[in-house]
Each structure stands twice: as C-alpha cells, then as structure tokens.
C-alpha cells in the first residue's frame, strides 16, 4: 500500500527543503526525498565551504519565514553594504551602495553547506514532513489523479503533486519528459576560499576582463585576517592550467585578475571547477508535476542569482498549492499549476537572458564592443535611478 501525502518532493536541497516547509507550516502533508544523507558537517572557519551563495532580501525573507535564516549562525553571515563591478579593459565601472539605496545591506553571503544545514533541522522539526534519505525514485506513475511512486528502497508513496526540485541534472525532469532548451556557456567556474590582505570593506567585487569574469565575494574575518570567496569564471582549458598552478602562483593570478586592488595571500579550501551550462525547461509544469530550482532552469554565476530565481520560485507555487489544498481542489490539476508557470517563467526567461548577454559582451576583446560595454556602464553608474532600479530586481523587491 503506497503512503499518501499531498505532496511528494524529490529533491531536500535549499529549494525543495524550503517549500517542504513553507507548505507543511500550511497544513500540507509532505514526503521529503533525497539521494543525499541531509547531513551537512560544517567546516571550520576560515576552511569556509567553497561554495556560497549571495541570498537576495526577498530569499532571506522566505528563509525567515521557513524559520531556516534565525538557525543560521551569524558569524557564518556575512552581508554586504557595496559591489563594485568593473572592466578589466577599460575605465568602466559602476559601485551600488546600500546606504545611498536606503538599504540596510544588498544581501548576504552566506555558505551553501551553512543554509542547507539550517534548512534541514528546520525539516526535522517541522511537523507534516516525513524524510526519505539515501533514497531515490525508481519508477513514477499516474494513478488515477494523482501520482505514485516507487523509491528503490521499495517503499511507495502517493501524491496530488510531485515536486522536482532535485537540482540541474534532474532525474525527475528527464523521467517526466520535459523538453529542455540548453547550452554550455564555454565557462568553468572556478571557487574557493582565498585570503586577502586588507578588509573587504563588506563589498563584494567584480572584475570583467581578459582574465575571465572574477568575484570576490566578502566572508566573515577573523581577527585581523580577512576572507573572500571567489567565483572565477574561465574557458574551460584555462580552468584545468589554474587548477594545476601551485598555490603561490593561483594567488598571483588571483591578484593580478583583481587589478591589484587585493593581494591574495593563501588559499583555505581546495579549488573546485564547476561547469556552466545554461537550461531552462520549456514547460515547468504538466497534469500533478512542478519544476521548481535548478531542476526547471540554470543560468551563469555572474549575478549570483540561481537559487534566488529558485526560491521566487518556491514564493510563487507555495501560496497557489495551499490556496488550492484550503479550497479542497486538487493541487496537481494543470490549471492550478499553470498560474505557477504563468508567475515564474518570463521572469527567469528575461534573467536567463540577460545572463547570456553580459557573458558574451564581457567575453568579447573586440574594440567596438569594448568601447560600448564601457560607456554604458559609465553611463549606468551616473544615473541614480538605473542603479536602483538595478538593486531592487537583484534583492527581488519592487523599487520604490
Ligand atoms: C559557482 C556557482 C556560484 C553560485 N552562486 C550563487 C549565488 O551567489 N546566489 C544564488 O542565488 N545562486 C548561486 N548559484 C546557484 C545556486 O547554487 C543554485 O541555483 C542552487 O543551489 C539550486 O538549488 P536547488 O535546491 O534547486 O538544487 P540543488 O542545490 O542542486 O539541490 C538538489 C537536491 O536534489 C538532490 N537530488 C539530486 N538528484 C536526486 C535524485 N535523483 N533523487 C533524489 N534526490 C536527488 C540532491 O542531493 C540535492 O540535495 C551559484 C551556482 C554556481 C555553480
């Protein structure tokens, strides 16, 4: 006999787990399943995790209401007030400041690892979720009107609405035959932990240039010693000849990539190098099946807004299922769902988009194009009114 919930989510990741709670905190019942322990053992500081995210104010405030962020230590926090964003081949660039946007920060970094734990204890305490861990779907199906599945522990589940988020590769998309539009971007993103010689100055700094697209993004310091984590996008046979430089050399790359503004003096956690493809699903839904996350589009690092884009995502499904689940229709009929789609997809589409545009103007040596990119962005940096209105799509909010 299969167990019945309202909703069966395939993924615990920062997306899934989260509207795993927001739902659950409604009344839904919820199956929660993961190929992966929900273990996530933290590092010491400064072996910060090399992966992090940049969380938008509209992210946070999802995450607050999950009762996920309060979890979060706050010396594991680290919000920043400025970014500076400049061209490695010219004079272009452009500084935002939170104080100048009556903003208390434009976001916060914070350690993958750090937000997911947080997310999963907050699962575990939230009552209406049941975990399935180390288990994976080994067969869907329709039944009557709703879907069943069978995990390869064997046990079977039933639900209204399955829920893939269970990240870019997946499994769930290609099982349900979604069609997707995808490309690589030409680009491996290289990150770790990096050791600086002066403060951040809470700004996060990003460099555009002959050296590939490079962020330096502000971590927690310890006493006098200051961090960043870094994001440096490269061609991926440029990639594979910085990860085989010893770490002197990375760091004098590294400082050289930044326009000396920075020395970079040690590296804290080993370099990863992480592929960058471009995917968006053409349909994010069908009759009791949502993509949300990564499962359902993936864009370039550059503007640190993937799991933001995810977690609007979570903003926009979560209060169309409980208002479906509180009227007692059914949540997976394609109707309720498509409001989701409707929501969702242009805005991802026109951020996808943008991506794509800014990789390929920065990537660019020619002179004319390299002119244009520059006088825009001087022009971009006088107007006060671009540059808020900048901030307020970044953070998710609406400007004012
Ligand atoms: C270099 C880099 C930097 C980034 N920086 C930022 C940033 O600053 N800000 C930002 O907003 N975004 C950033 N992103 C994007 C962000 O990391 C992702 O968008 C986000 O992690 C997606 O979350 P998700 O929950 O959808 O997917 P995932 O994090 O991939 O989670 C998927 C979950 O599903 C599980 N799973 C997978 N397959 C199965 C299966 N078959 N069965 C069961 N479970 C399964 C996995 O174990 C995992 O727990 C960055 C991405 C990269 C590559």
């Not at 310091?221 to 770490?247: F, G, M, Q, T």
């Not at 040596?365 to 971009?380: D, E, I, K, Y």
Request: charged share 20%; with cysteine.
């Amino acid at each position: 006999m299969a167990r019945e919930y309202d909703l069966i989510i395939i993924g615990a990741g920062m997306v899934g787990a989260l509207t795993a709670v927001l739902t659950a905190k409604k009344g839904l019942t919820v199956a929660l399943v993961d190929k992966h322990s929900g273990q996530y053992p933290l590092s010491v500081p400064p072996a910060y995790d090399a992966r992090v995210s940049a969380i938008s104010t509209l992210s946070k405030t999802l995450l607050e209401e999950a009762g996920a962020w309060q979890r979060i230590d706050p010396n594991r926090l680290a919000p920043y007030k400025n970014m500076v964003v400049w061209d490695g081949l010219g004079a272009g660039e452009i500084d935002f400041d939170a104080m100048t946007q009556h903003r208390h920060d434009l976001g916060q970094l914070v350690e993958n690892a750090v937000l997911c734990d947080a997310l999963m204890k907050t699962v575990q305490d939230t009552r209406g979720i049941d975990l399935y861990l180390n288990d994976t779907v080994a067969e869907q199906r329709y039944v009557s009107d709703s879907i069943e599945v069978t995990l390869a522990s064997d046990r079977q589940l039933q639900g209204a609405l399955l829920i893939a988020a269970d990240g870019a590769q997946s499994k769930t998309r290609e099982q349900s035959g979604f069609d997707t539009v995808e490309w690589d971007y030409g680009h491996h993103a290289i990150v770790t932990t990096v050791q600086i010689d002066q403060p951040h100055q809470d700004t996060a700094w990003q460099a555009f240039g002959e050296e590939g697209i490079l962020a330096f993004l502000p971590l927690p310091s310890i006493a006098d010693k200051h961090y960043v984590s870094i994001v440096w996008s490269v061609a991926p046979r440029e990639a594979e000849a910085l990860l085989a430089l010893d770490e002197t050399q990375f760091c004098q790359r590294l400082t050289y990539a930044m326009n000396r503004r920075f020395t970079a003096l040690a590296i804290t956690v080993p370099r990863l190098a992480i592929p960058l493809r471009q995917r968006h699903a053409k349909q994010y839904v069908q009759e009791n099946i949502a993509l949300v996350g990564d499962a359902a589009h993936t864009i370039h690092p550059l503007a640190g807004q993937g799991a933001n884009l995810g977690f609007a995502d979570v903003s926009a499904l979560v209060p169309i299922i409980v208002k479906a689940h509180q009227r007692g229709e059914s949540l997976g009929a394609l109707k309720t769902l498509r409001r989701y789609q409707r929501a969702r997809m242009l805005d991802n589409i026109a951020m996808a988009a943008s991506m794509e545009a800014f990789k390929r103007a920065f990537t660019t040596q020619h002179p004319l194009v390299v002119q244009l990119r520059n006088t825009g962005m001087s022009l971009c940096n006088a107007s006060a009114y671009m540059k808020r209105q900048l901030v307020a799509h970044a953070a998710g909010i609406h400007s004012y």
